[in-house]
Structure formats: structure tokens, C-alpha cells
């Protein structure tokens, strides 16, 4: 059986008047049915553009340059605008950070939502309300009829988020493309929704790809996580390998910047510099200039290797022993 | 966080330093990209220059009487003067005034009280803008209901009800104009300058213990700039026409000083008696005037106004 | 350290009330009946902060934690109550001693663009203030605004840009400066760090920690991050709905949370995980301070509510040493 998503060699530049940023350079990635994939990163790391570019919503002066997406096997940069259309919302569907991207102001919910069912499917509009009442039900809205007539900004930020989750939902999508979903919401709603999903998605088999600053967020939600620098992966493996075992030096520098369980009032560990302009990529590795064990070898740009069964990485120099005591897991 | 769309895609203020263009060479760039504003602007400079050197350049002084001939008043474009042999290429009025020197005088004394009434406006308006703004409450609510009442009234009737109390004068026609104008420019600081008020930098201003006169001319003020240009473009088009209307309906500048409006006023009567120069050749100068400060001020307004949200 | 507090928030409210306009009261006066309304962001809030300590003050959106900062850093007056510093009322003192009460008292802010004039230099966003308060001279102040980049790790040569030429870390790095050149002794940082990538995060909160050593600052941190609060606060304030729920030392109230609404925010922290987690958050949404629940705030949300938490607001006592909160179950035990 195929992979749900194989991503190959993806390109995705930027032309701005100062060069071309390559926003994800030569990105490849698969993902079964099913499987949750955490994307890790920080501004800039390519992260966002990626999921972008998956369900072809680059938009100029960006574009997707090379490279192929296939989803089940149908190449989706090939099958362009078209090919997409029949399969985002229906097969594939978003969730952004900020739920009114995808929620429209002036529609009621219910007019949204029968809207989003009738488009891929040939249903009745009691049917299709049916339909949304019981993803509303799902995501853990209580009084769906009420909330069925009211509009977007009747809700809270998290209810939207909800909201949101349920349109994403409506056609059981194969793969949801979630883009910081929970980082604009407070820590006890992010919990919820959180819960809310991973039960969604073994539910349902929905493959899930959570695209996150926030490395601990996702570390108790997916099955894999890839960690992504300057429009690269770096860094993919299991989740419990990376987290009790990051290889790479910048996965294992963000891991001990997040203070949790260490000393208190003390240094944290810090990854030194800041992340670099795609416009002014360094020569070789582009993690060099920051790395404390970077040298020589590290000139000509280390290849995503697999190091360990299932575990690539992308360093000359990776980390071999688990992460000391004092940061491993709690 | 950052937000979502907007995260990923490579910031023009990247961490690593981008050269950038100082905002002022961006500014030239981009509204050099418009060649018919470019022309707008070309043309602009030139009247402007035609009316600081009208003395310099125009071919006789039109109120030096001594250098007037009644033999010559009304004659046709082209034709040339009994005495000095000196060629009219607008023709004369009827007191044998030359039309091209006139209207460079006329220029002069139209810009002149276009610019000192813009001048005095802006000043007025920013300081009464950014003072409601800044302390908002009952002080804001008080001047904004001035503002409103004062451009809920058409700007002509204003300034012909004041000027019919003034009286004629260069300075009566730039107080009017003041008056009729400083509410726009109020109105236009004072909603820049409220969004810019919640910004932490006045905060972090306040709590550093600078004075409100500090803050608000040193802080808040730079900060509403653009949309003040953009109003300021289009006010200033608005105080020649005004300034002409009022000229033209023998309230605004005395007969000794005419600017393009009196210029025109004074030809009307002769339009329909054939000599069409008189009139029509300050209206062209008048239209053209207008018609470049417009150019550049559309082109302005389309350059500036996307960053009026950022 | 002294006994007297720096800072005293002695029983501080702070209410919004939105006035009716001329429509609404027309309305009223034909008998619509609409009200005014009025938000209690902070609600009779009492905190002490000591000397040299940092104080973490954690809460989810619409807590009040912000609004109290403000007050505190002076931009804003309290409704009710007195804030202290170092034992006097600052709408109590004379003009000049008020003055420098404030610049004592500084801010650093979330959002490391907006809080930075971007029409000025670093060199005038840094040296304005002293120059005017008479901190160092006008010749000086070039060399000064060098020393203090250098203090929180800029390049000086850098003091002639302008913000939109630095990164959100370094932009960070200006606020910080700006604060230090007045000579505070006592810093509101209203979430500092939230608005930074992970790695520059850590990098800000270590210069924090060094420069509270360096020139004995005392802080008020501000985040709605427990763990971030956590690694650098010696004791914690927990607020909800304008409320102080819990008060105590920081690592025994992480492990140790007393009032349930506390016991929700670290169970939600997020840790590495290496197996996936069992999410078992608390239930509903946080309640609009427009109509904030009867009794304790909390209630609708608590595992644990009963009747008396729907009808009486349980105050704020000592549980244990140093420990105070607001919950009806210590009565009970």
C-alpha cells in the first residue's frame, strides 16, 4: 500500500526585490495513514510554507518551484489548481492559527458549514445539518442547534478554534494540515482541543501533520516529529527518540532552551546567534555558525542521513548519547 | 507567536540585516514608478518656480504702471506692443497689461496664500489633532465636536460669511482659509495619532517619565505623518480653487494684488466681447496647477496609503 | 534586603465601565433599560513584592494580570486601593519625588516592534530619558547608550539603527536597554518573552536573570507561560477572572498546587514527552469578566465546587507557610 503523503525534493521560493528566498529548499517527507507528524520549527524555518505548499495555497510573489507532493500517489504540484480543488476540504483540510481564516464573518455557522458539506457531497441541506450538528458534537461543543445559528464573533477564541476543527472535519478527511492551532489559545484551552484532536484522529485514522514552534506542545501528541531549520528538515525520527535522544545539535539545543524541571533561577542552556536571513544562507551546513561543535567538516552541506533505524539526520557531528538527567523527559 | 501566514515568509527585516532603503528612498522609488505623476511633478515644480521668480523672469512688472501703455490694452495674443515693440504672446487686458506677466504674478500671489494658509493649517490642525488624541476623554470629545460642526458646513460658505466680516486682504483671504481648513488636518492627526497612542512605545514613553509635550510632538507626532502628506496633497489643490472662487467673487484678494482668480473675474466681462484671453489663459494657468498638485498628490496618497496599517 | 516591600499592591481594583452614548441613553429615557457596563479586571488584589525577589504573575487572558502590571509600572491609576513604593503612595508624593519614583519603576514590553518608536534611533530610544531626567550629560550620553547595548548584549555600533533593522530577539535586547538606562530597581516585564522564538526565549530570559544580579533589580513577570514563570520567579501569584487564587514560593506551588485552579495550569504545562499524552484538561470555557460566575469565580469549572462555592467568594488565606489561597476546601479538610 502507498503512503498517504510522500513529499519529494519540495522547492518553495519567495521572490522579494532582494533575491530569491528559498523558503523550503529540497524538503523530503512521508506520512502514513493515520500517523500524527509533529513539523517543528522556529520563524523562519520553512515549517508554515510547507504545509502552504502541500495543499497548494502559496500565493505570489511565492511559488512552489520544484519538487513533487504525492498524495496516495496522485502528484499534486503536477495536478495543479485543479487537482487540488477536488481534494482540499474533502480530502485534505486546514486548520490555521487564527480560526477566521478559514470561519467568514458575516455567515452564520450553519450557513458555513451546509456550505463546506454540499461542495463535495450531493446532499440534501437537512442532511448536510445533520452532518455539521454532529461534527460540532465532536469537537466538544455543547448546544450544537444554538450554536449552529449564531455567528463567528458570538464565540471565543477557542470556540472558533473548535468551530474551525468541525468544518475541517465535515468530509473525514484523510490528512489535516493543522498550522499552530492552539497558539493564540490559553494554556487550559489549548489542553482541551489538544485532547479533543488526538481523540479525533484515532477516531477516525485522519493523519494529522501539527505544524508548531512549540517542540513540547506536540512531543505528547505525535508519533513522529521532523524538525526543520532554515527550509530543511534536520532533524526526523520517532518522538520518543528525538526527545530522549536528539541527535542534532540545534533539536537538542531547543529542547534545553524550554525551561521545565530544571533549576530554577538559574542559566538556561541557549542556542547562541539567531536564526539567519534566507536571503544570506551561510556556506554548508546553515546550522554551522550557531553550533558549538561545528568545524571544518561542516562546509559542504551535510545530506538528511539515516543514523539510526527510522532516524535521520542532517549534521557530521550528531549527538550520540541520550540527553543528560537534569533535561530528560519528566 | 507570529502569525501564521506571515511567519515563514522571509520578513524584509530579516535577522540578519538586509540592506534596506531608507524609507524616504523607497518613498522616491515608488512614486517614480507612475511616469504621469512623474509628469505631475515635472509640471508642478515648474509653475512653483514660475511664481518664486516672476519678478525675475517676467517680461514686464504688470503693476508698474509706468511700464504700461493704455495703447495697448486688448490686444490679441501675438501681437506686439505701439512702444516697446515687445511681444504679447497672451495678448493684454485692456489697460495694456501683459497676460504672460500677469498671470506669473497672479501664480505667485495664488500659491503664495495656498502655501502660508497650508502651512498655518497643518500647524494648528496637527497640535489640536494630536492633544485630542493624546489625552482623549472630554478633551477629545469636546475638540471632535468642534471639528464636526466645522465640516458639516460647505468651506465656502464658511469663508464668504468671514470674509464678507473681514473685509479684502492678502492676509483676511489666508486667516479664511485657516479657518475653513485646520479641522481637516485635526480630524486626520488626531486618527492616525489615536491608533498610534495604544502602541507600547507611548507607554514605555510615559513610563519613563517624559513630558506629554515631549511625547506627544517627539513620539506620537513622526508617527502621523503619512496620512497627513496624503490630505495635505489634496488640501492644498483645494485651497487654490478656494482662494480663486473667492478672488473670482471679489471677496478675496484686493484689486492690487490679483491672483489668478481676480484674473480671471476681471476678463469675464470681456468673454463674450471676443477678447477671450483675458479670462481664459489664467484659467488654463489655474487648471493646470491644480491638475499637476492632483497628479502628484493621487500618486502620493496610492504610495503611502498601504502603509498606513503597517 | 529591607523589610519595607518595594512594591505594596494594598487591595487594588482597577474597573472599566463603558459609558452609554447619547443613542443609548436616549433609549433609556424611553425606558430601554440599558446598562452600563463595568469590568472588574482586578479585583481587590493585595500582593507584596520584596527586595531583590522575582515575583511571577501567571494567568490565562482576561485575568487581570496585565492591567495590574500596568498599574503597578504607573500608566495607569487604581480605581480602589494604593500601590506603595517602598512604603509611600506615589499620588502622595511632590512633583519631583513622584518623578523619580516612576523612572524607578520600569516596564518591559511583549511585542518588541510596537514598543519601540520606529521613527527614532536606538541611541534616542535608549538615551533620551536619562539625558532629560539629567541622568548623564549631554556629552556623555553617546558612550552611556553604548555601555548599557553592551550590558544586554548589543553591538554599540548598532546604537545608530533604527528598530525595523533588528531582529524580534534583539528588538527585545533595545527594551530591555531602554529600561536600564533610567536606573530602575524594580522591573514589570508583561510578557517579555512570549512574542520570541524558543531559542531567542531562553537567550532573553538569561539576560534577565543576569541582570537582576547585576544591578539587584527586583521583578514583576508577567506570563500566562507557568513553566517560563517558573524558571525564573522565586514566588508565584496565580490570578483568575481579576482574582489572586494562590500565592506561594515557586517550585513548592508547582509541586504542590493548593487551589484547583492552579492544579489545572500545571497538569497543562506543556513537558517532552516521549509517549503520547493523555490530555485530561479541565472542562469550559474561561467565563467573560463582563459577567464573571457568582461566588468563586472558578466554579463552574471546578472539579471540586459545591454549593458554598457558588454562593460565597472564599478568601485569600495562609494554607502552609508563605502559602495563601483563595479556596473553600481548606476550610473542609
Redesign the interface.
Known sequence: MTKLLEIHDLQTQFHTRDGIAKAVDGLSLSLDRGEILGLVGESGSGKSVTGFSILGLVDPPGRVAGGRILFDGEDLVAGGEKAMKKLRGKRIAMIFQDPMMTLNPVLRIDTQMVETVQAHADVSRKAALARARDALVRVGISSPDERLQAYPHQFSGGMRQRVAIAIALLHEPDLIIADEPTTALDVTIQAQILSEMQALCAQSGTALIWITHDLAVVSGLADRLAVMYAGRIIEEGTTAGIISKPMHPYTKGLIESVPQGKEHGTLLRQIKGMTPSLLKLPEGCKFAPRCPRADAACKPEPPLEERETGRRVRCVHPHTEPLAEEAAPT | MTDAATDDIPAPDGPVAVKIDSPAKRFAREFASDPIAVVGLILFVLIALIAIFAPLIAPQDPYDLAQLSIMDGGLQPGESSFGTGMTFWLGTDTQGRDMVSAIMYGLRISLFVAAVSLGLAITIGTVIGVTAAYFGGKIDSFIMRIVDLQLSFPAILIALILLALLGRGVDKVILALVIVQWAYYARTVRSSAIVERRKDYIDAARSLALSDRRIMFRHLLPNCVPPLIVVATVQIAQAIALEATLSFLGVGVPITEPSLGLLIANGYDYLLSGRYWISIFPGIALVLTIIAINLVGDRVRDVLNPRLDT | MTDTPVIEIDDVSKRFTRHLDIAERTANRLGAGIKEQTVHAVDGVRLNIRGGE?MGLVG??GCGKSTLG?MV???SEPSDGRILYRGQDRSAMSRAEA?NA??K???V???PM???????RVRDIVG??PQ??GIVGRREVAAYVEDILEQVGLDPSTAK?YP???????RARV?IA?ALA?KPDFIVCDESV??L???????V??LF??LREEFELTYLFIS?????V?????RIAVMYLGRLVELGA??DLLKQPNHPYTE??V?????????????????G??PSPLNPPSGCHFHP?CPHAHERCRKEVPVLKEVAPGRLSACHLNDEA
Open positions: 522575582v490565562e487572558s500596568r509600572a504607573g500608566l518623578r516612576a523612572l519603576v520600569q516596564m514590553f511583549q511585542d510596537s514598543s519601540l518608536n520606529p521613527r527614532l533620551e530619558a532629560v531626567h539603527r525595523h533593522q533588528f531582529s524580534g530577539g534583539q527594551g531602554r533610567v512570549a512574542a522564538d524558543v531559542s531567542i526565549q531562553a537567550q530570559l538569561n536573570v543576569r500566562h507561560d507557568l513553566g517560563v517558573e524558571h525564573i520567579s522565586d515557586a517550585e489545572a495550569l497538569a497543562e504545562i506543556p513537558t517532552f514527552e516521549t509517549e503520547k499524552r493523555i490530555y485530561s484538561a479541565i472542562k470555557e474561561i469549572r
